[in-house]
């Protein structure tokens, strides 16, 4: 991302991004949810691209879709090429061979994950969706001032009630909307954050908020 590319051609340097990720994430240790977050965002991403290059589909509309796919995925992007950068199995040709930019000196430094503890407040929509937002506490109110470098942003897992697994994935701003499917709808969510380092090293825990789904 350290230079321009015309859509088509973004595309193409995800894809070589996402299938070596895929191909190596047990050698590198990598986030599997991360990965699979940037495999399904970049499918979001080219569908929508494609849809909107057909002259029989392309609107605003579709152009918008194109637009909120594109930032979806670059956001993501942005959070896994950091921590591959700051990963000391991912060797310099690794990063060559997938268009990045070259380690600065510093890139191998361990930094620690957050000791802060978040703050989540969970707000349910009437369309199956739920925007979770975190927050840090300053002067004992919730705050978005986020005093050091070192977050890229935020771990946020969630399991539907019944369900035995936790289902997990990152976000690079200090919010994230998820939208469920309808048979979903009347079921009770569990949803937890914590903030992560360059690596995607949780910090501590929040706690617990429970919501339903309308």
Known sequence: ??????????????????N???????NWGLDVPLVEQLIAELSA???????????????????????LAFA?????????????????????????????????PGSHQPHPAPAETPVLTVLTGQHHDVT????????GHPTEFLDTKHYYG??????????????????????KTLVFADDQEGKYIKLQAA??????EPGPWSEVVRELVN
Request: glycine share 2%.
């Open 20 to 26: 070596t990720c895929r191909k190596q994430q047990t």
């Open 132 to 139: 979770a937002y975190v927050s840090t506490l300053q002067y």
């Open 72 to 104: 979806n995925l670059k956001r993501t992007l942005s959070v896994l090429i950091n921590s591959l950068e700051g990963n000391r199995k991912v060797p310099d040709d690794a990063l060559n061979s997938m268009q990045l930019r070259p380690r600065h």
């Open 195 to 200: 903030w992560v380092n360059p690596r995607i």
């Open 45 to 67: 991403a080219t569908s929508a691209y494609g849809y909107n290059t057909d002259p029989a589909h392309k609107s605003h509309d579709t152009a918008a879709v194109k637009q």
């Open 154 to 175: 935020f771990l946020l897992r969630y399991q539907f009630e019944g369900d035995p697994d936790w289902q997990q994935l990152v976000s690079t701003k200090k919010h």
């Open 1 to 18: 991302m350290h230079r321009k590319r015309k859509d088509h051609e973004f595309l193409d340097w995800a894809r070589n991004i996402a």
